[in-house]
């Protein structure tokens, strides 16, 4: 049984830091692309950043870009969400996935249950 168990979300004012984490289970992880994905209140999911299995490949949504760092440690099974310079626009439920690959992200796989970040301004 596949489990994708995400933590460290929360409430941060303007211009803090928060980091994410996910515990994977079930999975052969360093197989498997992992990414972050947030779903903004009344909008659709979007992708905000990915690592391939052996994470030395990253892309990251240009909103992003320069703010926010995904790693991972395989021996652990766990991935990583650094937010940095945070934004109220930022204030969303952010999910891991699970993914075969880069090209698959989104389509295929496993998601966790999502944890809350929200922003002060």
């Known amino acids: 049984q596949v489990q994708l168990v995400e933590s460290g979300g929360g409430l941060v004012q303007a211009g803090g830091s928060l980091r994410l984490s996910c515990a994977a289970s079930g999975i052969i992880f360093s197989r498997n692309a992992m990414g972050w994905y947030r779903q903004p209140p009344g909008k659709q999911r979007e992708l905000v950043a990915a690592s391939t299995g052996g994470g030395g490949v990253t892309n990251y949504a240009d909103f992003v870009k320069g703010r926010f760092i995904i790693s991972r440690d395989n021996a652990k099974n766990t991935v990583y969400l650094q937010m940095n310079s945070l934004k109220p626009d930022d204030t969303a439920v952010y999910y891991c996935?699970?993914?075969?690959?880069?090209?698959?992200?989104?389509?295929?796989?496993?998601w966790g249950q999502g944890t809350q970040v929200t922003v002060s301004s």
């Open positions: 996935h699970a993914a075969p690959n880069l090209a698959t992200m989104g389509y295929q796989g496993y």
